[in-house]
């Protein structure tokens, strides 16, 4: 089933690709966001090689399981006809209530479905204190008018 916006992509089309991929991930819900890719897909994520939906959706389970009170935003960099490059930054707490924070960078190639089709994640994370965190918003997608990467500073 096709997944508008679909390729090939303009600033407009890849910025609402990007953003329907952040509210999905902001969903915390491993079955709607294994949805956005391919049968096959290819992840790399960290160390960790992920193929297909299940193994992503398995995947996602774990990570949320441990990374609690997640919230993303994810910000273009770049993109071409089928492709787009994405920077992104995360915040969750642990289960002993360590706060961090992950910056990133994804590179996203699409079949002519919409469907992601190759997934390539590099990222890195750090410690904060609570009183640095700066997605402070209610568990969800995150408001039209909350500030973007860009604008956080980031």
């Not at 706060?99 to 996203?108: I, T």
Request: proline share 7%.
């Amino acid at each position: 089933m096709p997944r508008p916006p679909l390729p090939p992509f303009t600033e407009s089309s890849a910025k609402e690709k990007i953003r329907l991929a952040e509210d999905g991930w902001n969903s915390r819900d491993p079955k709607r966001v294994a949805l956005a890719y391919t049968e096959d897909c290819p992840w790399r994520n960290r160390a960790e090689f992920i193929q297909g939906r299940e193994e992503i959706e398995a995947f996602l389970q774990r990570k949320w399981t441990r990374e609690l009170d997640y919230r993303l935003i994810k910000e273009l960099w770049a993109y071409t006809d089928n492709r787009i490059a994405v920077r992104f930054a995360y915040e969750f707490r642990d289960d002993s209530d360590q706060w961090f924070r992950a910056y990133g960078n994804e590179n996203w190639e699409f079949n002519e479905d919409g469907l992601m089709k190759q997934r390539i994640a590099s990222i890195n994370e750090h410690p904060i204190s609570e009183g640095e965190r700066k997605f402070d918003w209610p568990l969800g997608r995150r408001p039209d008018d909350f500030p973007s990467l860009s604008e956080l500073g980031f």
